[in-house]
């Protein structure tokens, strides 16, 4: 069973930017598009975007003017930044997997979750 | 952009009984929806899709009906561990990405 696993900086100051990684065990990049949701403290899901193993990106487009998502492949991981941070970015942010190869956005697997607070 | 709206915000009902959680679209969206549980310090589980199929493992009490803007997640035989919040989604390919709704948190009587 593919197992998501998510590390970067927890806590950052207004204007920084937020980083985050995604390595994937047992299971390939490939055939996969690959996305970071994110959730702030007591809140709803928002969907942030994703990247598949070819490095093409689809973003929110409320966001798009601050994300880069890329994917290494010889690391079989990928990453999120997300550039001037505000408290606004404050989340608990999720990588996941869609459920089904080639198929519609919606996530079966799921990275534990990293809290990322922005404050000065 | 599609708008999803849930309802009631918070649902308590006592255990064995059903509970049945709505979430409906701002336009139609045929049958592209998918509902999440989430447990209290836990990522979302993925409970079904196409409006109606169960994921892999999740038990038949769990059941999803509708399509165009009005859906219904039904969850029969309630258990106390299925004391969560719910969240519908709906999903586009293109353009691509997802729009979630605000969740419908269950409780336990």
């Known amino acids: 069973q593919v197992q998501l696993q998510q590390w970067g900086a927890g806590l950052l100051k207004p204007s920084e930017t937020l980083s985050l990684t995604c390595v994937v065990y047992n299971g390939s990049l490939s055939d996969y598009y690959w996305s970071w949701i994110r959730q702030p403290p007591g809140k709803g899901l928002e969907w942030i975007g994703e990247?598949?193993?070819?490095?093409?990106?689809n973003y929110n487009r409320s966001l798009k003017s601050r994300l880069t998502m890329s994917v290494d492949t010889s690391k079989n991981q990928f990453s999120l930044k997300l550039s001037s941070v505000t408290a606004a970015d404050t989340a608990v942010y999720y990588c996941?997997?869609?459920?089904?190869?080639?198929?519609?956005?919606?996530?079966?697997?799921w990275g534990q979750g990293a809290l990322v607070t922005v404050s000065s | 952009e599609k708008v999803m709206t849930q309802s009631p915000a918070t649902l308590s009902v006592s255990p064995g009984e059903r509970a049945i959680l709505s979430c409906r679209a701002s336009q139609s969206i045929s049958n592209n929806l998918a509902w999440y549980q989430q447990k209290p310090g836990q990522a979302p589980r993925l409970l079904i899709y196409g409006a109606s199929t169960r994921a892999t493992g999740i038990p038949a009490r769990f059941s999803g009906s509708g399509s165009g803007t009005e859906f219904t997640l039904t969850i029969s035989g309630l258990q106390s561990e299925d004391l969560a919040v719910y969240y519908c989604q709906h999903y586009n390919n293109w353009p691509a990405g997802g729009t979630f709704g605000p969740g419908t948190k269950l409780e336990i009587k």
């Open positions: 996941a997997r869609r459920y089904i190869r080639f198929g519609d956005p919606f996530w079966g697997y």
């Open positions: 990247v598949n193993h070819r490095g093409s990106t």
